[in-house]
């Protein structure tokens, strides 16, 4: 007789053990939903951004003849709710399958409702470049953009670009970031959970010796906006593959990147010159473009 009620305990006990799994699932989920950088709306900005984009012609200092691709789409669109950028975009330049070159174009208030257009570049190649814009010399990196150090105690890259892509992430999260005002302000920077930027595997007609067998973009930010920007290879030591990091600014602030509570690379203020791997400049002042006014075939 007692048989129906241990069944209807079991049931209950069965349904409850089920709602709290969904339940974990559901804050599961949700917790993974606020990490992700909200997506900005479009704006009339972006078309007029891209279009600025394009008009860049990136190469090897050595070899005018090897353009660099600029990628079909932005990697990230960004505001910046502390130092009051309305709205961005970063561009990257490939070469072959590895960044060697990013670039964000952004509009700040200036006030009578005018703003200005800037743009910020750092190379992330391993030699100098060269960068013309609409057809004059505009930057030109004397040096290699980024210096890679190795992750002492990180585990041998896996054997599976899916397995490696979890290792970068996890590496990743061992770095904390800030960045530092003029007026001695200290902001704690937000690293995004998904790299800007993947390439995996060097491709059949890559030459294996120098190129990296895997690597991501990751940014430090504040709001949406990168302060930080860190590249994470599996890069060849002898014969063997590493993890190595290199970082690279994306801003005007003093900025440190610690890991694991160990300080391992740090710049003062910014000192933007057309030779050096960072720079940026503003270029213009308009009011912003209109609903559809700026189409990327069409902007100036």
Known sequence: ??????????????????????????????????????????????????????????????????????????????????????????????????????????????????????????????????????????????????????????????????????QMRSLARQFSARSESLEKQTYELRLLPQPLYRYAEPKADEPKENAPLDGALFAFVQGTDPEILMLIEARRHGDIYRWEFACARFSDYRLTVMHDGRERWTVGPGNPRPDAPHYYTAVERRVPPAAGEVKAKDAP
């Not at 600029?70 to 669109?77: F, Q």
């Not at 009578?112 to 190379?123: A, D, P, T």
């Not at 391993?126 to 505009?138: G, I, M, S, V, Y």
Request: charged share 25%.
């Open 1 to 166: 007789m007692f048989r129906p009620r241990l069944r209807r305990l079991w049931l209950q006990t069965v349904a409850l053990a089920c709602a709290s799994f969904a339940g974990l699932l559901t804050g599961a989920a949700a917790a993974w939903a606020d990490e992700q950088p909200a997506e900005k709306p479009e704006s009339p900005w972006q078309s007029y951004f891209h279009r600025m984009a394009e008009d860049y012609r990136m190469t090897p200092a050595a070899d005018d003849e090897r353009p660099f691709k600029l990628l079909e789409k932005p990697v990230l669109r960004w505001s910046q709710p502390v130092r009051g950028g309305d709205d961005g975009a970063v561009f990257l330049w490939l070469d072959g399958r590895r960044p060697a070159a990013i670039g964000t174009i952004f509009a700040w208030p200036f006030g009578n409702g005018e703003y200005v257009v800037q743009h910020e570049l750092h190379s992330l190649a391993t030699e100098p470049l060269a960068a013309r814009w609409r057809d004059r010399a505009f930057w030109a990196p004397q040096t290699a953009g980024v210096a890679f150090e190795p992750l002492a105690d990180s585990p041998r890259p896996a054997d599976t670009p899916t397995r490696r892509l979890t």
